[in-house]
Each structure stands twice: as C-alpha cells, then as structure tokens.
C-alpha cells in the first residue's frame, strides 16, 4: 500500500513538474506573461474555460497558439467575426450526394483546446453557439448531442469593449469563463526583449522555429486534476469563498453581483493555485489571489459607478479589504 501510495506521489510530482514547464515553453515566445499563462494551466487543471482581455498587439493569440503548442494535445482556432455563423463553430448539417442523405460536419469546436480570437466581434447569436459546448462538453445539431473530446477547453480573446467593432459578451456567457485575465501592455524592459528577439528573426507564425516543443500532455493534467481533489479546504475557508461573493452582490455600486457559479469558480482555481505552487491545504491568500481573475467578468456595475470611474478589480479589491478573513 505504501508503494502505492509513493508512486501516486511521484505521478502527482512529475505531472505538477511537466505543467510548471508550461511556462518556461510559452516564454520561448512570448515575453512577460507568467500570470496569464499560469491562469491558463489552472483552467486547463479545473476543466474550464478563460477569456484574455488586452488591445490589440498584446500577443494574446500568440500566447494561446504557444501554449497549444506546448501540450500535446488538438487544437484548433475559429477568427470571429461580424459574418460568422453559429454552424462554422458548432457544425452542421450537409447534404451527402453518394449517399443521398444528410450528414453531420463536425466544426472547430470538436477539438481538446479551442483558440476562440476576438470572440467580441461577431454578434450574439454567435457568441451564444459556445454556451452548451462550455458547459455541457456538447453541441446539439438536429435534435442530437455530440460529445466533445476530453479534455475540452476554449481560450478566448476579446478587445476591450469599448473598442470600435466590438460586442458585449453576454452576462451568461462570461459566466461561463472561469477565470478573466487581462493582458496589459509590457513594461519597457520587456518591449525590448520582444523587439529584439523580432531583430534576431523570430517569426511568430513558426513557433517550431523558436524552439516550442510539447512538454505536458492528458496524462499529466488527468494527474493533476486526481491530486488536486485531495487538497483540503477547510469549512472556514469555503465560507470566506462564499462572504467575499455576497459582498460583491450588497456592494453599492454593483448591479449584479457573482453568482454561486462565480464562487464554485473561485474555489476550484484557488484549490488548483494550491495545488501547483506544491501544497495541499488552502488559504486564505490563496482565495485573495484568484479573486480578481474569477471574479472581475461577473460583476455588473451600475451605470453611475462607471461614470464614477468605479471598475470591478476596485470592487474586488474593497470586498477583499472588507470582508473579515478567517484565523
């Protein structure tokens, strides 16, 4: 049994290992992006989905092609835009000549990491084809479900809002995403190494070129997720989870505050963090630093807080100082 128990723990440490290295692949081409990357290795762990907010030039594309480059698993990309359909994401039905019959074409969405760039640009309609596959792991065509592959995970990009050409997701949709992750523009030290590797020839369509290889795979995130179910979390602080989502909702200046779905969010991403950062119990401080990612793109503001100058993070960050943390 012991035996058992240390080849687990060998597993469980070679699979946390094989996901830190994530990030050491993805800065082989893109520069200063830790906590988004690492954001994403959470969500691919707990089985969810995350949105990156950032203008344009940023390499948020860049960053998610680099990150499905560095985990051996199918990924695929759909450019939304004002004319796409629902059925160019989901797939659809077409008419078999040979056969005489219709026959389903699977679409882009059938695949383990979906790269959805810009999905702020096309319209509702669209936006909303995503909504069954990112929970149910489905897409309904003709009165059928088809199950997609496992894992599953859609790594969307937007530009900001108030950005010309844009749509607002939804408040179901972006409900949906586990985590929001804004990419702001580098620091200077930063923006030289990126000019400079771009001097040297790198070539950001060749990420073979840059040396980007798979580092991590399905076994290593099946490890992974296995171990952190084992990462304890003490009542007292699934009740913090739970005090610091209610105060987003009596906060003043907030519309709509995070739902149940947002503190389940919370909860997994912090057990996640815990569990990668080489512990099993979760604190307090881990909850304070997967607040704002989970919980920035639930919160609706009202109108005179925007105008205010009020933003969510501050919200976030005033329910973080307010609520008692437990001892």
């Not at 990150?67 to 199918?74: K, Q, V, Y």
């Not at 030289?192 to 795979?217: Q, T």
């Not at 149940?260 to 963090?273: E, F, H, I």
């Amino acid at each position: 049994m012991s035996q058992v128990s240390e080849d687990l723990r060998q597993r469980e440490g070679q699979a946390r290992q094989a996901l830190l290295a994530l990030r050491a692949e993805v800065a082989k081409a893109v520069v200063g992006q830790d906590a988004a990357v690492t954001g994403l290795i959470i969500a691919l762990l707990c089985r969810r989905h995350v949105l990156l907010e950032g203008v344009p030039g940023v390499a948020k594309t860049l960053l998610v092609r680099a990150l499905a480059a560095s985990l051996a698993l199918d990924s695929k990309r759909v450019q939304f835009t004002p004319d796409l359909m629902p059925g160019d994401v989901t797939g659809s039905l077409i008419y078999d000549a040979r056969a005489g019959e219709l026959s389903f074409r699977p679409g882009p969405v059938f695949t383990n990491m979906l790269l959805a760039d810009e999905i702020n640009r096309t319209p509702p309609k669209t936006q909303a084809s995503l909504l069954e596959a990112m929970e149910e792991r489905q897409v309904t065509v003709d009165g059928i479900g088809r199950p997609l592959p496992e894992p599953f995970v859609v790594a969307a990009t937007q530009n900001p809002v108030e950005y010309e050409g844009t749509y607002p997701l939804p408040e179901a949709q972006l409900d949906r995403f586990q985590l929001k992750l804004t990419m702001p523009l580098p620091e200077r030290d930063d923006e030289v190494a990126i000019l400079s590797r771009h001097a040297a020839g790198f070539d950001p369509l060749d990420l073979a070129a840059a040396g980007v290889r798979p580092v991590a795979g399905a076994a290593d995130l099946a490890a992974g997720r296995a171990a952190i179910e084992a990462v304890t979390m003490r009542r007292e602080v699934i009740g913090y989870v739970v005090d610091v989502c209610r105060a987003t909702r009596a906060t003043a200046s907030v519309a709509l505050g995070a739902s149940p779905r947002g503190a389940t969010a919370l909860l997994a991403a912090s057990r996640a963090w815990t569990w990668l950062t080489g512990r099993h119990y979760v604190t307090p401080d881990d909850v304070k630093a997967l607040a704002r990612p989970a919980l920035r793109h639930r919160l609706r503001l009202r109108p005179e807080a925007e105008l205010d100058g009020v933003t969510t993070d501050g919200v976030v960050d005033g329910v973080l100082a307010a609520v008692p943390v437990p001892r």
